[in-house]
């Protein structure tokens, strides 16, 4: 799975796209870009770990003399790319700057790219224009391959299997804090090497889209709003919103739970190759809307996932970016009236012909007894 997870001709992809852009190089620090280039989970240290791909030339990947081990035992160390470690009193900016070609022009650096960093390497190469990477990788990453789609299904499973332990959390009494700690045990649990969040939203919560986990004790009939997600040993991250209520539902919850459930399956049944983020965007909000419900839906319909959690395509209003197989995002339309909330949340990957949901657990309201 690493090998087709991390393919070697990813370092070539990236040496063209920076040729077509215009770029002299492209200069990735430890992140979600080094990580989809080189397979290579660096540690974000303050000692430089740098790959360097130039437009002409060889790929290099510069890193500290101490985490020389760890380089060369990650899929970076399999691709063919010199490694060249540096000395705790070598200068690692300088080092890179010389082994790049002259005339550079523009150099692309890692989005992520601690700011120290970016401007260490601006101080050593003071002739390169520097520009985001995303611009030349966010291409690269955003269309997931077999095996990368095969990560998220995983993901998505294991995400699934904590959704559907969550009503043994979720009892009258206990407090969001408790439950959202069983739930981050059951992420990793399930499968999961890092929990990346956990939104135990109960009644008002529930209207608060990201809102943090506190103490406020559940009560009986109130609506939970439970968004979860973690990442994989893969890499690959999982994210799912499902919705719950302990006894109960009041009944303007349960009305507007409905129209949330259909605009939710209208969205998903619009995707397909061809269709815009913004068709899909639209789609959910306009049955929202229809049902006079529109001015309580506050956030974009989805966002792209990968490596990372939110990364493109992202599904909102004013992208016109059309849709192509192995796109990966979520359709997570929400309802916010303010007593509590409701969001209903899958990832789905755009298919030949139309989509396919990586979560499998009901969207429905569960009733936890």
């Given at each position: ?47 430089l770990t740098c790959l360097a791909v130039p437009a002409e030339g060889d790929p290099f990947l510069v890193v ?306």
């Amino acid at each position: 799975m690493t090998t087709e997870l991390y393919p070697a001709e990813r370092v070539g992809r990236v040496r063209d796209a920076a040729r077509a852009a215009g770029l002299g190089a492209v200069l990735l620090t430890p992140g979600p870009d080094l990580r989809y280039v080189t397979g290579y989970d660096a540690k974000q240290l303050e000692r430089l770990t740098c790959l360097a791909v130039p437009a002409e030339g060889d790929p290099f990947l510069v890193v500290p003399r101490l985490e020389l081990p760890a380089a060369q035992a990650s899929p970076a160390g399999a691709l063919g790319v010199e490694l060249v470690p540096w000395e705790e009193t070598d200068d690692p900016y300088a080092l890179v700057a010389a082994r790049l070609p002259r005339g550079l022009g523009r150099v692309a650096v890692a989005d992520r790219m601690w700011a120290v960093m970016a401007l260490r390497l601006r101080a050593a190469l003071p002739d390169a224009e520097q520009v985001a990477a995303g611009t030349v990788l966010a291409d690269l990453r955003v269309r997931k391959s077999a095996a990368e789609v095969a990560a998220l299904r995983a993901a998505g499973a294991a995400i699934d299997r904590v959704h559907r332990r969550v009503p043994e959390f979720l009892k009258p009494g206990r407090t969001e804090r408790q439950v959202g700690r069983d739930i981050a045990d059951a992420i990793l649990d399930e499968g999961h090497s890092a929990v990346d969040f956990v939104i135990v939203g109960s009644g008002p919560n529930g209207a608060n889209p990201h809102a943090e986990l506190s103490d406020r004790v559940i009560r009986p009939g109130e609506p939970v709003v439970v968004d979860i997600g973690g990442q994989m040993p893969s890499g690959y991250c999982s994210d799912s919103t499902r919705n719950y209520c302990v006894g109960e539902p009041p009944a303007e919850y349960r009305e507007y739970f409905a129209v949330l459930l259909d605009a939710q399956r209208t969205a998903r049944a619009v995707v397909r190759p061809g269709v815009t983020a913004q068709d899909v965007d639209a789609a959910a909000r306009d049955v929202i809307a229809g049902a006079d419900y529109g001015e309580f839906f506050v956030h974009r319909t989805g966002h792209g996932i990968g490596l990372e959690t939110h990364e493109e395509p992202y599904i909102v209003a004013g992208s016109a970016v059309p849709l192509e197989p192995g796109m990966a995002f979520s359709i997570e339309p929400g309802i916010y009236p303010g007593p509590h909330g409701a969001r209903i949340e899958d990832i789905v990957i755009c298919t030949e012909d139309g989509c396919e949901s990586v979560n499998g657990t009901p969207r429905e309201l569960v009733i936890v007894d």
